[in-house]
């Protein structure tokens, strides 16, 4: 079952999508914005990694699909702790020419939706790098809180950069779905 967004499908990884996700874990400006250290990836290790996140049942990938045009990154739940119906989310936009336009947060939203109604999570966890502001207003703008910082906890052309913890609760995506009618039919499009 495919997760629409407004503008934006949620579908799984396919095998034909790797040679773009290959590119774009090799793209500098994406690895520097994400939390974990990034080493040059070759095809066979894009391959594995497919492999990995297929067999593992608490994790679930999903490309950003624009409409039925194309796949513009990817998304999901990253370590999914089902006793404790918490997971962790990030997200992606890869192609940069569809950065900046709302895409990450209808991505980040849709998972949400997701995630409480569907999936019956209690808590979705986020960790974002304090300089990486598109990502922080993305996450913060569909109701995250920030929790915590780790201080330095990375480092990033020799300077250490520290990482916040933001959360989202069921109760706290009821409130902002409520409050800012995101669903409501007279609020698409935006
Ligand atoms: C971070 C990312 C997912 C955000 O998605 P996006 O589609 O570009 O962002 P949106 O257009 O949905 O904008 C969401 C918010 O971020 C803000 N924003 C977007 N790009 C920004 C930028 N370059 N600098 C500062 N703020 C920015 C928007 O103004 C908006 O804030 P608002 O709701 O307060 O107006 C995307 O830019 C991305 O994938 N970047 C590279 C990889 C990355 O860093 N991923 C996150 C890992 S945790």
Not at 105 to 115: N, S
Not at 134 to 148: D, H, K, T
Request: charged residues 25%.
């Amino acid at each position: 079952m495919n997760i629409h967004g407004k503008r934006i499908v949620l579908r799984a990884i396919d095998a034909q999508d790797l040679p773009l996700l290959h590119q774009w874990a090799n793209d500098p400006e994406l690895a520097y914005g994400l939390g974990d250290i990034h080493f040059p990836s070759s095809a066979w290790q894009q391959e594995q990694w497919f492999q990995r996140i297929q067999a593992n049942e608490n994790t679930v990938r999903l490309a950003i699909h624009l409409g039925d045009r194309k796949m513009i990154g990817y998304t999901g739940f990253w370590d999914i702790h089902w006793r404790d119906r918490r997971a962790e989310h990030a997200t992606l936009i890869g192609d940069r020419d569809c950065r900046g336009q709302g895409y990450g947060r209808e991505a980040i939203a849709a998972c949400a939706r997701y995630a409480f109604e569907e999936m019956d999570l209690f808590r979705l966890d986020a960790t974002i790098l304090e300089t990486n502001t598109a990502s922080l207003r993305s996450y913060q703008s569909c109701g995250f809180q920030i929790e915590g910082t780790l201080r330095g906890h990375a480092l990033r052309g020799g300077r250490r950069v520290n990482r916040l913890i933001l959360g989202l609760l069921a109760e706290d995506y009821a409130t902002w779905a409520r409050e800012t009618g995101y669903w409501d039919e007279a609020s698409r499009g935006g």
